[in-house]
Structure formats: structure tokens, C-alpha cells
Nanobody, 124 residues
Framework: QAQLAESGGGSVQAGGSLRLSCAAS????????MAWFRQAPGHEREGVAQ???????AYADSVKGRFTISRDNAKNTLYLQMNTLQPDDTAVYYC??????????????????WGQGTQVTVSS
């Protein structure tokens, strides 16, 4: 059974950086479209970034130029490098798997496996 486990969250000041990790088991991250989502208090879960089997990626406008999604196939792990963090980036971050090798819409309904989430808090 596929499982995902996020780590790397924490508290940072505005302008700081964090790298989130998502360790996968039960399947290969290199074989599927993988993504990061986030959910802030009182808000719906929103897509942040996704990467296809072929390595094509896409980002939400709010994080373009600041966040980078990547994966290490040997470690079977997905990453999200977050730079120049802002208070609006405060949220619980989730990794997720889409049951296709290609990516399409970055909407949570299209993803079937989810991690438990990791908290990111950015203070001003």
C-alpha cells in the first residue's frame, strides 16, 4: 500500500528558508505525478507545485520563483525547497500522489494518496 510521510516543517522568520521532504513507500515517486499542497487555517487546501514523471513541473503563481519541487529517485523522496518565506506561506503542507504519470490540474480531487502533513509557520 502506498504511503507518504512529510517532514521538515518548522518555524522561521520572514525571508527564511525551509526544505520539506516526503518519503514514499509502496511505490516509486519517479513513476507518478507528485505534488505539494497546503492548507492555512480557515482556507481550502490549495495546490503549490507538481512534478510529472518526466520532470515537468508547475507552480502556483503565489510561489513561483521562491519554491522549487524536486525528487530523488534513489531515496524515493519528494522535496519542496521554500525560499524567501512570507507570513502568508504559513500552513500545513501535504505531499500527494496522482494516479497517473502525467500531471494535469493541480486540484486535490485528482490526487489519491496523501501524507499526514507538516506545519510551516512564518513570522514577520
Amino acid at each position: 500500500q502506498a504511503q507518504l510521510a512529510e517532514s521538515g516543517g518548522g518555524s522561521v522568520q520572514a525571508g527564511g528558508s525551509l526544505r520539506l521532504s516526503c518519503a514514499a513507500s509502496g511505490y516509486s515517486v519517479s513513476s507518478y505525478c507528485m505534488a505539494w499542497f497546503r492548507q492555512a487555517p480557515g482556507h481550502e487546501r490549495e495546490g503549490v507545485a507538481q512534478i510529472s514523471r518526466g520532470g515537468s513541473n508547475a507552480y502556483a503563481d503565489s510561489v513561483k520563483g521562491r519554491f522549487t519541487i524536486s525528487r530523488d529517485n534513489a531515496k524515493n523522496t519528494l522535496y519542496l525547497q521554500m525560499n524567501t518565506l512570507q507570513p502568508d506561506d504559513t500552513a500545513v503542507y501535504y505531499c500527494a500522489r496522482r494516479n497517473t504519470y502525467y500531471c494535469y490540474r493541480l486540484t486535490q480531487a485528482d490526487f489519491d494518496y496523501w501524507g499526514q502533513g507538516t506545519q510551516v509557520t512564518v513570522s514577520s
